[in-house]
T-cell receptor, first 114, second 114 residues
Framework: GENVEQHPSTLSVQEGDSAVIKCTYS??????FPWYKQELGKGPQLIID?????GEKKDQRIAVTLNKTAKHFSLHITETQPEDSAVYFC?????????????FGTGTRLLVSP | EADIYQTPRYLVIGTGKKITLECSQT?????MYWYQQDPGMELHLIHY???????EKGDLSSESTVSRIRTEHFPLTLESARPSHTSQYLC?????????????FGEGSWLTVV
């Protein structure tokens, strides 16, 4: 089955710096890669996603890149702000008979200091 | 924004008690999921459903059971709670269709068994 590895487990940056979180996946059939942000005491919230037919996607300060050959994808946050502090999860999905089942990475705790 | 609701948000119960965690979504999504997450850790799929009268076991074995009698409702039940069941339970839903549909999460139910 699919296995997703995520690094680093914790990341501390100064406000205004950039943050990069990296994930690798094992199943070459995976075709959908979302990123979720989880704040303390809340459920995960989708912040950006990318499909296997696209190499890069950007939404304001957030961008995701996908390298299908190497089977890795990354989240880039620019101009970080204290409110970006949260746990970020990557995930990979293989569609099986029309059903999408996400496999999550182990999470990255991002701390943005003012 | 996702319209998926979980109750109770926080619950402390004694060993051996029966508990049902409620999950409802108003988006008309066919697919629903239950994930289990220990604090700060990755999410593990424990149950999912394609639609009404469909329930499947997820990747992580769980002693809980689920039912799907109505599209919008996907409750999870523990017949006899144990301290090992202490965890956060996250309900989610997505549309049935082509690959890569967004999975929306509820806010989670924190269960503590004493």
């Amino acid at each position: 089955g699919e296995n997703v590895e995520q690094h680093p487990s914790t990341l501390s940056v100064q406000e205004g710096d950039s943050a990069v979180i990296k994930c690798t996946y094992s199943d070459s059939a995976s075709n959908y890669f979302p990123w979720y942000k989880q704040e303390l005491g809340k459920g995960p919230q989708l912040i950006i996603d990318i499909r296997s037919n696209v190499g890069e996607k950007k939404d304001q300060r957030i961008a995701v890149t996908l390298n299908k050959t190497a089977k890795h994808f990354s989240l880039h946050i620019t101009e970080t702000q204290p409110e970006d502090s949260a746990v970020y999860f990557c995930a990979a999905s293989v569609t099986n008979t029309g059903f999408q089942k996400l496999v999550f990475g182990t999470g990255t705790r991002l701390l943005v200091s003012p | 924004e996702a319209d998926i609701y979980q109750t109770p948000r926080y619950l402390v119960i004694g060993t051996g008690k029966k508990i049902t965690l409620e999950c409802s979504q108003t988006m008309g999504h066919d697919k629903m999921y239950w994930y289990q997450q220990d604090p700060g850790m990755e999410l593990h799929l424990i149950h999912y459903s394609y639609g009404v009268n469909s329930t499947e076991k997820g990747d992580l074995s769980s002693e809980s059971t689920v039912s799907r009698i109505r599209t919008e409702h996907f409750p999870l039940t523990l017949e006899s709670a144990r301290p090992s069941h202490t965890s956060q339970y996250l309900c989610a839903s997505s549309e049935y269709g082509s690959s890569g549909n967004t999975i929306y999460f509820g806010e989670g139910s924190w269960l503590t068994v004493v």
